[in-house]
């Protein structure tokens, strides 16, 4: 379970539920069902109305939240593939086998922490059998060569992982992060 995820999506749940009544409160009032505030009593004391240029900037703020609360709403839907559990049965009556696809890629990512300059390694399979997909997160070390660590997941290790599952080709995204130290080197 992703803690921050969740955290994040309760808390968006709160503040929209805190928006909803707010809004509804000014609706209620405003058509008189709610009588606890005068509608028609001035909001800040005074009768000049600001500047126009402030209702501008008022304008133009409203909107760039707006737009930000909509990048983040919208953010909060993206996620990756599901992940589950591959069934390999050729004959129901002989039983079937059952495997997580994390436990399928575990040692593939163990295998890839070996690799030199990978300092972590994580991989994520999703989807089915017949239409996988592979996610890669290399946390190399800043004077890592990235072509070369490439070239070892997709030449030596990918292919060994497509043999094991008995797949002809399992589409695979890299991402490389870097850590914050530089690698120390013996020479």
Known sequence: MNRPAALNRFLLAVLGLVL???GGFGLATHFRVLRLVNPEAPLVP??????????????????AV????????????????????????TDPAYGRTELR??????PFAEELRGYPG???????????R????????????????LGEIRGRVTGESLPR???????????????????????????
């Open 20 to 22: 909803l009544a707010a």
């Open 46 to 63: 005074g009768t000049e109305e600001p500047p126009t240029w402030a209702f501008y900037v008022i304008a133009a703020a409203a909107v």
């Open 66 to 89: 707006g737009l930000l609360a909509l990048r983040w709403l919208l953010a909060q839907l993206a996620h990756r593939p599901r992940r589950g559990v591959w069934r390999f049965e």
């Open 101 to 106: 696809a994390d436990d399928a890629v575990a």
């Open 118 to 128: 990978v300092h972590k390694a994580s991989a994520s399979l999703a989807g089915t």
């Open 130 to 145: 017949e239409s996988p997909s592979l996610a890669l997160i290399l946390t190399c070390e800043q004077d890592a060569d």
């Open 161 to 187: 992982l497509e043999e094991a599952l008995e797949l002809k080709d399992i589409p695979v995204a890299i991402e490389f992060r870097f850590t914050g130290r530089a690698a120390s080197r013996v020479g």
